[in-house]
């Protein structure tokens, strides 16, 4: 049974804690879940009724930095799910370096640390021989790193185009299709729970870009940092460009692209009868992979969807770790 620690107890954190604790992957047992006000332990396992709606209300609060689950050896598995911070990373980053120079694996939906340090973050892994797997930084649920890994490894990526924020894609959405305003669009957005803690992040197009770093580095070996992306995001789109983009039978997306010209996010019209045009809160990529051309693939990228990206990668350990122990 792999020990896993979840940091970070909210959104995803608090579902993913309830769906471990039910038993939702097969060789895993929750033993931790903390936040920013400690944390709370139960090595024979936690189950529902441990889980609070939030942490500070459980008696078995420890009022100690989670990092302590680490360092204290009291996992094998940490789910890193603070808030993405894009200045230095943390908590997070120093959550998954202190994990992985422990050989801890770690799965994780946390931009910043993927954003900011991928390639010495994967060299730590690398030297410890653990595992570090990030799905749902990019795309919610949609499998855009696994699918690149596993059923194209051996094509070669040349360009990368897409809608990468549900936020910003619900409202251009709502400004072409009901003609409501930016900001009431940005309202409705924050109630569906997909819009970052500050909103900036989406509208200045900054989360499509740490997003486009992540998909360029990880899958292109890019090796980029989000000072390289060109970013431009929507907040000067008006009613009347909308309006004009829709009697020409277009609309404008905010879009991320990482070709050989570089990374830039901006937005741009987009004929609606294109295969990235999706609204709503859908994400939508397209691939260009050199010999199988170009591919593209839709689906929710922000919200619940996100769960199974980290259930997916968790299992991906549970089955690799299985593997290693049999041989
Ligand atoms: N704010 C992000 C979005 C959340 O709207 O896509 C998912 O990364």
Same mark, same amino acid.
């Given at each position: 049974?792999?020990? !896993?620690?979840?940091?970070?107890?909210?959104?995803?954190?608090?579902?993913?804690?309830?769906?471990?604790?039910?038993?939702?992957?097969?060789?895993?047992?929750?033993?931790?879940?903390?936040?920013?006000?400690?944390?709370?332990?139960?090595?024979?396992?936690?189950?529902?009724?441990?889980?609070?709606? /939030?942490?500070?209300?459980?008696?078995?609060?420890?009022?100690?930095? &989670?990092?302590?689950?680490?360092?204290?050896?009291?996992?094998?598995?940490?789910?890193?799910?603070?808030?993405?911070?894009?200045?230095?990373? /943390?908590?997070?980053?120093?959550?998954?370096?202190?994990? #992985?120079?422990?050989?801890?694996?770690?799965?994780?939906?946390?931009?910043?640390?993927?954003?900011?340090?991928?390639?010495?973050?994967?060299? @730590?892994?690398?030297?410890?021989?653990?595992?570090?797997?990030?799905?749902?930084? =990019?795309?919610?649920?949609?499998?855009?790193?696994?699918?690149?890994?596993? !059923?194209?490894?051996?094509?070669?990526?040349?360009?990368?185009?897409?809608?990468?924020?549900?936020?910003?894609?619900?409202?251009?959405?709502?400004?072409?299709?009901? /003609?409501?305003? #930016?900001?009431?669009?940005?309202?409705?957005?924050?109630?569906?729970?997909? &819009?970052?803690? +500050?909103?900036?992040? +989406?509208?200045?197009?900054?989360?499509?870009? @740490?997003?486009?770093?992540?998909?360029?580095? %990880?899958?292109?070996?890019?090796?980029?940092?989000?000072?390289?992306?060109?970013?431009?995001?929507?907040?000067?789109?008006?009613?009347?460009?909308?309006?004009?983009?829709?009697?020409?039978?277009?609309?404008?997306?905010?879009?991320?692209?990482?070709?050989?010209?570089?990374?830039? =996010?901006?937005?741009?019209?987009?004929?609606?009868? +294109?295969?990235? !045009? =999706?609204?709503?809160? @859908?994400?939508?990529?397209?691939?260009?992979?050199?010999?199988?051309?170009?591919?593209?693939?839709?689906?929710?990228?922000?919200? /619940? %969807?996100?769960?199974?990206?980290?259930?997916?990668?968790?299992?991906?350990? =549970?089955?690799?770790?299985?593997?290693?122990?049999?041989?």
């Amino acid at each position: 049974m792999l020990r !896993c620690v979840i940091i970070g107890y909210g959104f995803l954190g608090k579902r993913l804690a309830k769906l471990l604790a039910a038993g939702a992957v097969e060789g895993v047992k929750l033993v931790g879940v903390a936040s920013s006000k400690g944390y709370i332990y139960e090595e024979s396992g936690l189950t529902l009724v441990d889980l609070p709606d /939030e942490l500070q209300s459980s008696r078995a609060l420890k009022p100690s930095p &989670a990092i302590e689950l680490i360092d204290r050896g009291l996992t094998d598995l940490l789910v890193e799910l603070t808030p993405t911070n894009i200045r230095d990373g /943390e908590p997070g980053l120093s959550h998954i370096k202190l994990a #992985l120079e422990h050989g801890i694996d770690v799965v994780t939906a946390n931009k910043g640390p993927i954003a900011l340090a991928y390639d010495e973050l994967m060299e @730590l892994a690398e030297e410890t021989g653990s595992m570090l797997l990030h799905e749902a930084t =990019v795309g919610g649920g949609i499998p855009l790193i696994s699918l690149k890994n596993r !059923c194209l490894a051996a094509d070669e990526l040349l360009s990368i185009k897409g809608i990468l924020n549900g936020t910003t894609n619900y409202i251009l959405s709502r400004m072409h299709f009901e /003609e409501m305003t #930016l900001e009431l669009a940005l309202r409705e957005a924050q109630m569906l729970g997909i &819009a970052e803690r +500050d909103p900036t992040l +989406d509208l200045e197009g900054i989360d499509t870009a @740490l997003k486009l770093v992540i998909l360029a580095n %990880s899958l292109m070996n890019a090796g980029k940092k989000l000072s390289d992306v060109k970013i431009k995001g929507i907040t000067g789109i008006t009613s009347e460009a909308i309006a004009a983009a829709k009697e020409s039978g277009m609309t404008i997306k905010l879009i991320g692209t990482a070709d050989e010209n570089g990374l830039r =996010v901006a937005p741009k019209l987009v004929r609606l009868n +294109d295969p990235i !045009c =999706v609204h709503g809160t @859908l994400n939508a990529v397209s691939f260009n992979f050199k010999i199988l051309r170009r591919l593209t693939i839709i689906g929710e990228g922000a919200g /619940e %969807s996100t769960i199974s990206a980290l259930l997916n990668d968790i299992y991906e350990v =549970v089955k690799a770790r299985a593997r290693s122990s049999r041989t």
